[in-house]
């Protein structure tokens, strides 16, 4: 099997108007060096410390150049039978959004991750028999709600006991056709993300937002069958003289993190411990499981909440994961990218084996 740790990028937002106007108060605290992938974080004139990551994008990078740098590669994996997790980490405001969910309606430039994913993935599995299949999930407080079917909240995640995969059969599924089909659906989901957040009297950077893309793509019919999978991974099987094709199933999870801030407040704020872990359990429980892996624990301890559970089979173990942390320039929020940073330096160690899934369709 092939093994890889997380890749895990930076990116660094543009001022904006507000951090522009108050630069007498605040100075710039980071500084990346994208040729060294370091980027540096300045305490005040006299010192500052380094750090490095797969990938360091200042504020100028595209979108096209984050894309292909960071989320690419998982998706490549994910046309090829592995499962991928693309996620975004980091204070509210610094472009976790911007860099996942854009849609770029007006400018296609300006697209983030979800649509450059889909856009790859149709072109990729372009076969007859391929089926794209996508779920739009929102993480509140512990429940699972359907961004594309608010109705539905508290949606149990399914564990296979057989092979470990994970499903959450209760949330709509859409079947995708092409990529306008594909942005009118996500932005629906966006739509009822805020609906729902109105709602609820939450704003949304409390909550996790999981785009679940469900690949199927038969083997037999493919030309990398007899080419790259030959031998290694071929596992189509003979049946009284007939070949019996194989599916091959993949996942693809991007993920909206909660901001991070809050985090950091239960850190600096005693009595509001509890509250902010109850609110963001989820979120210190992926801290967890990215300590535990890179520690190389044999238990990670993916069952303490909805998102590790929901992650289970496609971060760590058999997965290619990518985390992109994001963060903003003013020495205002030092602490909070500071801590987003060690986030960011915790995940760098994480090691990946990544087994190829797949199963025989009788
Ligand atoms: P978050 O999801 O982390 O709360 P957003 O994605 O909503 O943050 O970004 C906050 C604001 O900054 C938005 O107005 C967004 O358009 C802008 N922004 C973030 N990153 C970039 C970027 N790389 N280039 C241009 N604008 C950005």
Known sequence: AESGRVRVAIRLRPKNTEEILSDADFFDCVEPQPELKKLKLKKNNWSSESYRFDEVFTESASQKRVYEAVAKPVVEGVLNGYNGTIMAYGQTGTGKTYTLGKLGKDDASERGIMVRALEDIISGASSPSDSIEISYLQIY???????????????????????????????????????????????????????????????????????????????????????????????????????????????????????????????????????????????????????????????????????????????????????????????????????????????????NFVKLKEEFDY
């Open 141 to 351: 407080m512990e429940s699972v709600q359907d961004l594309l079917a608010p109705e539905k909240v508290n949606i149990p995640i399914v564990e296979d006991p057989k092979n470990g995969e994970v499903t959450v059969p209760g949330a709509a599924v859409v079947n995708i056709q092409n990529v306008d089909h594909f942005l009118q659906v996500l932005q629906i989901g966006e739509a009822n993300r805020h609906a729902a957040n109105t709602k609820m009297n939450t704003e949304s950077s409390r909550s996790h937002a999981i785009l679940m893309v469900s690949l199927r793509r038969s083997v037999n019919d493919k030309e990398e069958n007899s080419t790259s999978f030959q031998g290694k991974d071929d596992r189509s099987v003979l049946v009284g003289g007939h070949v019996i094709p194989t599916v091959r199933k993949s996942k693809l999870l991007i993920v909206d993190l909660a901001g991070s801030e809050r985090l950091d407040k239960s850190g600096s704020e005693g009595h509001l411990v509890e509250e902010t872990k109850f609110i963001n359990l989820s979120l210190s429980s992926l801290g967890k499981c990215i300590n535990a892996l890179a520690e190389n624990s044999p238990h990670i301890p993916t069952r303490d909440s909805k998102l590790t559970r929901l992650l289970r089979d496609s971060f760590g173990g058999s997965a290619r994961t990518s985390l992109i942390v994001t963060i903003g320039p003013s020495s205002r929020h030092h602490t909070e990218t500071a801590s987003t940073i060690m986030f960011g330096q915790r995940a760098m160690k994480v090691v």
